[in-house]
């Protein structure tokens, strides 16, 4: 069955660097989006970036647009997520999820329907 696994999470200084990898058993991972979202205590699970691997589509948050980056390796069905240039109000537990239908240009939590455990991401001096 679909899974995804992410991985990668911890402890990094602001204006540091982290890279997140999201590990995808079960399914070809040309055929899907991913996602990438974010969510923070008490907040509202938010979308960060996504990458439709069928039409090559890319999208990232205003947020992040510069500082993070989307890629994959095919052959280890690995989704990275390269985060630079970290915040302090980037920690969050970040989540990696699937649209099977590989349709989603967005990460909207509507349109994915498989879903990571998640990883933390903590910034701080």
């Known amino acids: 069955h679909l899974q995804l696994v992410e991985s990668g999470g911890g402890l990094v200084q602001p204006g540091g660097s982290l890279r997140l990898s999201c590990a995808a058993s079960g399914f070809t991972l040309d055929d899907y989006a991913i996602g990438w979202f974010l969510e923070a205590p008490g907040k509202e699970r938010g979308g960060v970036s996504c990458s439709n691997f069928r039409d090559g589509r890319t999208f990232y948050a205003d947020s992040v647009k510069g500082r993070f980056t989307i890629s994959s390796d095919n052959a280890k069905k690995t989704v990275y997520l390269q985060m630079n240039r970290l915040k302090p109000e980037d920690p969050a537990v970040y989540y990696c999820?699937?649209?099977?239908?590989?349709?989603?240009?967005?990460?909207?939590?509507?349109?994915?329907?498989?879903w990571g455990r998640g990883t933390q991401v903590t910034v701080s001096s």
């Open positions: 999820a699937a649209d099977t239908t590989g349709s989603a240009w967005y990460p909207l939590e509507y349109a994915y329907n498989s």
